[in-house]
């Protein structure tokens, strides 16, 4: 080997360790960014979760507090929820949850923890100032029967009546039903389909079945400070007092009257049995059997004049049947939308899956009694039958047939088919209402078209009545009042708001 070869060599020297140090250096540069970029993926992992669980924790403050609405659930709030406009006394209810072990004070604006900066919004629409402590405000704590394990990072919710407000950087009224002239702060109510506006001061005094809306706002803080604001709008629904034992809602009906004499329906109201009861309105006697206008009215009583002295009521006498038009006091349920808004209203009310059948079932597992009263749902046809007895609300989609002795006390709401058929011997009674609306086009009961649309009026009710027995319908409004009380408040608006 030459002298120059071995000086190249020589200068070659070196190079495989320089190689491989650039080589770990880059291998651990490239192991850092990994384990940097995963302790990046795991902190916005964390930071997500921490948020979502501040969120899911508003909304199971606010639905802790829209179930206490109920006036049936427990720790109600029913009887302490505002009736007054924002910046009026007793218009601001907090709710606030205790088991975070803080005594915090939302409607101190400043030198709160947690402060409600939001409800100053709901003062401006009023033309009122926000102010420290805020002008009428209440409170009262979370229910320990809806405690949470792990305890529930909500702080407060705040309930107010909904009012008006003026679209956001314009001086436009922006109204919830778009009727010109009533400015903001006017109050909003619940008509059964859809928000209305009024400046009459209550919603009783633009419709009697008229409900406010309330607007509910829930904080939300998790240890680590994940923060949420959610806010809601909650409405229930005030049903009619059904006007009478037995109402045909709709116009043809068909009543294929029984002959017998011992059966008799009875308008004169007697409220809870005659027993009265807390709730109980006064009584309020209706006509025998309620018609959806007039010519219904006329069919109704050629129908039932064959036995005039079985219908007794409102303007009954021994010679005239008690038949009468009730189509003003139907009210929402004059719709097929009311009626399948009802509909709807009672299944939830009815809960427990185990209370809602499908077609035909061979029992009624609790029927109810009146000290236990029970709401049921059959979603198609079912048949009472025997000496079956049950109290409560019943709804019934598709046929009821009544066959032997069923006596119900109660609510009986055939709804969707429309169709009543009762046969056999035997002594059933009804102490309560019947009401029967069909909501599809043609002839009951097995003549169906195509569903009604929800603004058109209900198609025809149908009851047929053969064989004898004594049977008596016995008016009881006391019924209606209980499905009232039992109705939940449901959330109709969600939003997250800015904290």
């Known amino acids: 080997m030459t002298k120059s070869c071995k000086k190249n060599r020589n200068s070659e020297k070196g190079i ?16 850092a960014s990994m384990i940097m970029l995963t302790m990046t993926d795991t902190t916005i992992s964390g930071n997500f979760r921490d948020e979502q669980k501040a969120f899911f924790a508003a909304k199971a403050g606010m639905e802790e507090v829209r179930d206490r609405f109920r006036n049936t659930a427990d720790n109600s709030i029913f009887t302490i929820l505002p009736a007054a406009l924002p910046g009026n006394p007793t218009s601001f209810l907090y709710v606030l949850n205790p088991r975070n072990a803080e005594a915090d004070t939302p409607w101190l604006t400043t030198g709160s923890a947690y402060p409600d900066t ?54 436009t009224t922006n109204l919830v039903d778009n009727t010109p002239g009533l400015g903001p702060g006017a109050l909003v109510c619940w008509n059964g389909a859809y928000e209305v506006a009024t400046t ?18 829930t904080l939300a803080v998790t ?13 229930s629904n005030k049903y009619p007092t059904l006007p009478g034992p037995v109402i045909f809602d709709g116009a043809s009906p ?27 309105p006064a009584a309020n006697n209706e006509y025998a059997l309620g018609a959806y206008n007039d010519p219904a009215k006329q069919t109704l009583t050629t129908d039932a004049n064959g036995r005039p002295q079985s219908y007794q009521g409102l303007n009954g006498t021994p010679t005239v049947a008690s038949v009468g038009n009730v189509g003003s006091q139907l009210t929402m349920l004059a719709t097929v939308g009311g009626l399948q808004n009802l509909a709807s209203a009672v299944t939830l009310m009815a809960g427990n899956e185990s209370n809602v059948y499908g077609n035909n079932p061979s029992t009624i597992l609790r029927p109810g009694t009146d000290a236990n009263p029970q709401v049921n749902v059959v979603n198609g046809d079912v048949t009472l039958s025997g000496n079956w007895h049950g109290a409560g609300i019943l709804l019934v989609t598709g046929t009821l047939h009544f066959h032997g002795t069923p006596t119900y006390d109660g609510l009986i709401l055939v709804i969707g088919q429309g169709a009543v058929i009762k046969d056999g011997g035997g002594n059933g009674t009804l102490d309560g209402s019947l009401l029967v609306a069909n909501l599809y086009s043609g002839t ?48 109709v608006a969600v939003r997250e708001m800015m904290y």
């Open 16 to 31: 495989a360790l320089f190689v491989a140090i650039f080589t770990v250096l880059l291998i651990t540069a490239i192991g």
């Open 118 to 171: 939001e409800v100053c919004n709901e003062l401006s629409k009023m033309g009122s100032a926000c102010g420290s402590p805020l002008p009428g405000y209440y409170s009262t704590t979370a229910s320990p029967t809806y405690a949470m394990n792990p305890v529930s990072s909500w702080k407060w919710t705040r309930i107010n009546l909904k009012v008006n407000s003026t679209a956001s950087g314009t001086s």
């Open 254 to 280: 068909i009543f294929n009257a029984p002959s017998s004499n011992a059966f008799t329906v009875n308008g004169n109201d007697v409220p809870n049995g005659g027993h009265g009861g807390a709730g109980c």
């Open 223 to 235: 240890p680590s400070g994940s923060r949420r604001m959610v806010q809601a709008e909650a409405i």
């Open 200 to 217: 009459l001061g209550t919603c009783a005094a633009m419709n009697p079945n008229f409900l406010p809306v309330y607007v509910m706002t």
């Open 444 to 491: 009951p009961p097995s003549n169906y078209g195509p569903l009604l649309s929800p603004s058109s009026t209900p198609g025809i009710p149908y009851f047929d009545w053969t064989g004898g027995g004594t049977a008596n319908f016995q008016y009881d409004s006391c019924w209606s009042t209980m499905m009232n009380t039992l109705q939940s408040y449901r959330v």
